[in-house]
């Protein structure tokens, strides 16, 4: 599978104008790079986040669903919607939509863990389920930003057999050490690729510091990307998750009765 990560650069609270950088951004990528599957990152639509949420939002995700399930059936392209914030009767979300090659719909994740030292939590409802769902026959998962620090996620994904973990991100500058860190560990700890979609810019007083990448299971990467807007793309071959769990079976030698997660 070749994938184009999006590292975009938005505008905070600019709903319109980001919508319309994005899909710009996408049909440039699909004619110049070719990949299966886009990604974007998280609240590419707003930035992370505003602090008035109500005209910033996507009643149910309506608009997200709209634009970009026609654009992937228009460019028979997998598109990794990153996450926007939807508006439901329960409060407001971080939501993830991933739509495949025929427009469909074929997952929908809320941020389970939300950033609390930026106050995330005051204005979010946190999700309660995991996700994952297939792109062209590949079993995938995705969460955003802050759950890279929380193994736990990753592992259960990996545990109900993910190949490929999604995980856009608004991961501010000063902390990029942690993010390229947890990023290469999620990927070798759980023998699968991963595609980390950051976003660039300022949004208030956070400026974001790019460095998506797409990693292998043996931690190597297979694109990355700097500190600028750019797209950059890297191809996965999953032959490879046979072959590492084939000489170092971590699945094989856990002995998770000894666990206590709780």
Known sequence: MKISCIQMDMRLGEVDFNFSRAEKLIRAAVEQDGPDTVVLPELWS???????????????????????????????????????????????????????????????????????????????????????????????????????????????????????????????????????TLARARAVENQIFLALCNSVGTAGETHCGGHSAIIDPWGEYLARAWDGEETITGEADFAVIDSIRGSINVFRDRRPGLYQIH
């Open 46 to 180: 707003t930035g992370f986040f505003p602090k008035e949420l109500a005209p910033c939002a996507d009643q149910a995700g309506e608009r997200t669903q709209s634009v970009f399930s026609a654009l992937a059936k228009e460019l028979d392209v997998n598109i990794v919607c990153g996450s926007v914030v939807t508006k439901r009767a329960e409060g407001f979300f971080n939501t993830a939509y991933v739509f495949e090659r025929t427009g469909a719909v074929v997952a929908e994740y809320d941020k389970t863990h939300l950033f609390t030292p930026s106050g995330e939590h005051e204005y979010f409802q946190a999700g309660s389920h995991i996700c994952q769902f297939a792109l062209d026959g590949k079993k995938c998962g995705i969460i955003i930003c802050y759950d890279l620090r929380f193994p736990e996620l990753a592992r259960t994904l990996a545990l109900e057999g993910i190949e490929l973990l999604f995980v856009p991100a608004q991961w501010p500058e000063k902390r990029t050490m942690h993010l390229m």
